[in-house]
């Protein structure tokens, strides 16, 4: 039986209480007023010389500048009223414009420009006359710019916190399917690490428990993450009204927002409590009605989780972006957190071994696993320039800002996670020797889950802090927490059950195991 270590223990609370702290500092020192908001963009603006915010200098040109505009507008309408064009017929028209759409800029737009072109009838001649006028009112402009950095600002400490909550709750599961899969296909290699297994995944429930949370004080309106859940976006008669989120309204509502997540995260601890029951009893009785229970159970669960883990990515990480879409979205995200969490076994199964725990597990084991994350690493890498290029090339506006917005703003987190996702594992883990060494999977392991962590980080922070992000106290404190909490939790678990699973028919097979 393994024994929690008070040393291991310790350093889970001490991750966990930095991670409160710091997860405490960065609410409180979200600004809470307008001018807390100024003050931090003439900050950025000093420290970037002025040119931080290249999206609003339409908003500070100069009055000098401005008059110029208008002068030469003048000078353009005297000379259009000057000019005769001569018709056999007699026309009478007068058109009136107005361009000025806006919505399909913004709602918080307040420039307002109007152009009027008046074409009048004098006998066979036609006179015309254009007038422009622009009324730009800066100050409104300004203040609801202001009241947009101040809603990001205040989105940042909440979407930390749920970056980090969502990745490590979605490692437990991503092992728990793992785990599923093992028991399908009736695997011979790997029950020596289904005790290893059942202890990660036994963080999906608190995991679970605190998403949820999360969830209902978004649909609550605690914080902005969600932008399909402000008030009046499905109004016609609001200002706030969006018709692509009113056409999705069937779907995205809060209450039926949160029964799905209730219906997936009931699901998927539900089959964890059975499985791990039955693993349990097939160890103390030997009886294989037990197995046959497991192996449906597992058969069942993926099933369910197949069709539940493409929703929760929409629901969850594509629905922050509620005008972006992409169909192979679900596969993207799943590689993601399925890697993670075979990685996630691997460091523990080589921590456990080397603290001599599992001396059945030998180099094979090791290799095993190493693959496992070589070729989920290279599955990612495929969905991720498959989405990408095929997004690209096709250079439809709905679809290809997703990418600008994350190539301009983010540009060293979205390619740096390429690197770290790919490139770094590609180079280490391709040589079968280096499988088999464990300071180079671990360090490789090490890599690849920050680099999914960034990931999950690319997905959600440009949709709910724009370009107002860096990684700061927030972040790591929420990484923290929840890293403490999984430590806590997981091997907390590892003490209630041998590590070796001496009942499954395959054990000898898998204790045996040589590739």
């Known amino acids: ?76 309408s005297h000379e259009a009223s000057t000019h005769k064009v001569e018709s056999a017929d007699t026309v009478s028209h007068e058109v009136a414009h107005v361009a000025v759409d806006s919505a399909a800029h913004s709602a918080h737009d307040s420039t307002v420009v109007a152009i009027a072109p008046v074409v009048t009838n004098s006998k066979s001649d036609i006179y015309v006359s254009k007038f ?14 202001v009241a947009h950095v ?16 969502i990745f490590f709750m979605l490692i437990a599961v991503g092992a728990l399917a793992f785990y599923a899969i ?84 009931i ?22 009605s037990f197995f046959k229970k497991n192996y449906n159970a597992a058969a069942m669960f993926l099933v369910f989780f197949i069709i539940s883990e493409s929703m929760m990515s929409w629901d969850w990480i594509m629905s922050v972006d509620p005008h972006w879409y992409s169909t192979l979205f679900g596969w993207y995200v799943f590689a993601s957190f399925f890697v ?7 460091l523990t199964t080589i921590y456990l071994k080397n603290k001599g725990l599992i001396p059945e597990v030998n180099k094979s084991h090791l290799h095993d696993l190493a693959k496992f994350m070589f070729g989920i690493s290279v599955f990612w890498t495929y969905l991720w320039f498959s989405q990408f290029m ?73 949709a709910t802090v724009g370009d107002q992000w860096f990684i700061g106290v927030s972040e790591i404190s929420s990484v923290l927490f929840f890293a403490g909490l999984f430590i806590f939790v997981v091997f907390t678990a590892l003490t209630k059950a041998p590590l070796a699973s001496e009942g499954n028919p395959y054990i000898e097979e898998s204790k045996h195991f040589h590739y």
Not at 22 to 28: A, K, L, N, T, V
Not at 39 to 48: F, N, P, S, V, Y
């Open 1 to 76: 039986m393994y024994q929690f270590s008070s040393r291991l223990k310790s350093f889970s609370f001490a991750l966990m209480v930095l991670g409160i702290l710091g997860i405490g500092y960065g609410f409180w020192s979200a600004p809470k007023t307008d001018e807390d908001v100024e003050a931090i963009l003439k900050e950025q603006e000093a420290h970037h010389g002025g040119a931080h915010h290249d999206t609003h200098s339409e908003a500070t040109h100069s009055d000098s500048s401005h008059e110029e505009h208008t002068n030469a507008e003048a000078h353009s």
């Open 132 to 145: 422009h006028k622009e009324i730009v009112d800066h100050e409104a402009e300004h203040k609801e710019h």
């Open 150 to 165: 101040k809603h990001q600002l205040q989105n940042k400490p909440w979407s930390a916190l749920y970056v980090a909550c």
């Open 182 to 265: 093992q028991w399908v296909a009736q695997a011979g290699w790997s029950p020596m690490l289904f005790r290893v297994m059942e202890g990660i995944t036994a963080y999906v429930l608190p995991g679970s428990i605190i998403f949820f949370i999360l969830l209902a004080l978004a649909g609550f309106h605690f914080n902005h993450m969600f932008t399909w859940m402000a008030d009046g976006v499905t109004d016609p008669n609001s200002p706030n009204y969006d018709h692509i989120i009113a056409g999705k309204s069937g779907f995205l509502n809060v209450p039926f927002f949160l029964i799905r997540a209730a219906i997936f995260l």
């Open 267 to 288: 699901g998927w601890n539900l089959f964890r409590y059975v499985s791990r029951k039955n693993s349990i009893k097939l160890d103390e009785t030997k009886d294989m």
């Open 340 to 346: 993670s969490g075979i990685t996630m076994i691997t």
């Open 390 to 462: 095929l997004m690209w090339y096709s250079n439809i506006p709905e679809e290809v800002t997703y990418f600008v917005t994350r190539i301009e703003n983010y540009n060293l987190p979205f390619f740096g996670m390429v690197v770290m996702n790919f490139v770094f594992p590609l180079l280490i883990l391709m040589n079968a020797d280096f499988k088999r060494l464990q300071w180079v999977v671990v360090m490789a392991g090490i890599v690849i889950l920050a680099g999914h962590y960034v990931d999950f980080f690319n997905m959600i922070m440009p």
